[in-house]
């Protein structure tokens, strides 16, 4: 009962530790044929990557992938495929002021009561490092999904602490840092940064994420629903609080007559559904928000215990991020590519022979 697999069909088994040799992952399940080569992986991990400005982590990570098996000559084989990064960054003796101390906010009071013992050094298995490998699976999963069914998954930065987007572009997005959608306010947050950075504190953020081109008739009732997986996927990534599909929690506020998404065939009249009724894509885009909360590992003292159960204050030094939403998008993108990619095999086992079904909705 580790848990250190993810999905049913298309599964992703990830290993390594923050500041351990190597950080890999196993994917099994991946058809026969997809064109996949190392230097294809380069973009999304960039993109992930710490160190990409001064408002993140310094820490620089080559993140060049090697490929262990699983494709011959370009293309996957249908066998699984085992992807490895070596971490050559690691500065391990940041934390040794925190091997005999539990962290606030950190998962090392958890770890210890679970295992009786765990690797202090940059959170070991919890740190965000991990989540490097569920970008790199991703991107199999995106370009399959791309090719057989013109699915494009991409996200945002919605809000970072109490600045939200004034305007929306989506070609901005990919222009800054901060994966924001209004390049105007680029400055703003940047001066928020720095100030923030300063005081030794942190801040929360929310990323929104947007699959299209999404068929109707995947998910699987009852326990297999569609927002359920990816409900649970993004809350398996670091740092997650909160996941709302569509409207999510405005949805309380709502009348019926409002929040019912109306039909006719040539489209809905809203998604406030999130492209999700029943558990089972609708054909409109699946959205998908979730909230991160405020760096734990922050310059300003905080109360814990140590090992003894005696009484200290605790600084944690080290390179961190005084926002982990800010390089979160990545991530989430590649969650729900992976929730998709898994429910697409699985809808396609189960009922590829059903094919279209009349009415179909624009």
């Not at 306010?185 to 942190?202: F, I, P, T």
């Not at 734990?296 to 090992?307: A, D, E, H, Y």
Request: hydrophobic fraction near 40%; charged fraction near 20%.
């Amino acid at each position: 009962m580790s848990s250190n697999s993810f999905g049913k069909l298309f599964t992703v088994t990830t290993f390594g530790e923050s500041h351990g040799p190597a950080i890999g992952c196993v994917i099994d399940g991946c058809p026969p044929g997809l064109a996949i080569a190392p230097e294809e992986f380069r973009h999304d991990l960039e993109r992930r990557a710490t160190g990409r400005s001064r408002h993140t982590s310094q820490r620089h990570e080559a993140d060049e992938v090697e490929i262990l098996s699983g494709v011959y000559e370009g293309r996957t084989t249908g066998t699984p495929i085992a992807l490895l990064i070596r971490n050559t960054d690691q500065r391990s003796k940041d934390y040794g002021d925190v091997a005999q101390t539990f962290r606030p906010g950190h998962a090392d009071y958890t770890y210890w009561q679970k295992y009786g013992i765990r690797d202090p050094r940059g959170g070991g298995r919890a740190s965000a490092r991990e989540t490097t490998m569920r970008v790199a699976a991703a991107v199999i999963a995106r370009k399959w999904l791309a090719e057989r069914h013109g699915v494009r998954v991409r996200g945002y930065l919605a809000q970072l602490g109490e600045i939200t987007p004034r305007g929306f572009d989506w070609d901005a997005v990919e222009s800054n840092p901060f994966f924001w959608p209004d390049a105007a306010q680029v400055a703003e947050l940047e001066k928020a940064m720095d100030a923030l950075r300063k005081s030794g504190d942190s801040v929360g953020a929310r990323v929104n994420a947007v699959a299209e081109n999404v068929p109707p008739g995947w998910g699987e009732p009852v326990y297999g629903k569609l927002d359920g997986d990816l409900a649970a996927a993004m809350m398996s990534i670091n740092a997650v609080k909160g996941v709302e599909m569509g409207a999510g929690f405005a949805s309380v506020a709502q009348r019926g007559t409002q929040h019912r998404d109306e039909m006719h065939l040539d489209g809905f009249t809203s998604n406030h559904a999130g492209g999700i009724l029943g558990g089972i894509s609708t054909g409109q885009p699946v959205t998908v928000s979730v909230a991160f909360k405020p760096t734990s590992s922050i310059l300003v003292p905080g109360q814990s215990v140590n090992l003894a159960g005696e009484p200290v204050q605790v600084v944690t030094k080290g390179r961190h991020d005084p926002c982990v939403g800010i390089r979160a998008t990545p991530i989430v993108e590649a969650m729900l590519a992976l929730v998709l990619m898994d429910h697409a095999l699985r809808h396609r086992a189960q009922c590829g022979d059903v094919g279209p079904v009349a009415p179909r909705i624009a």
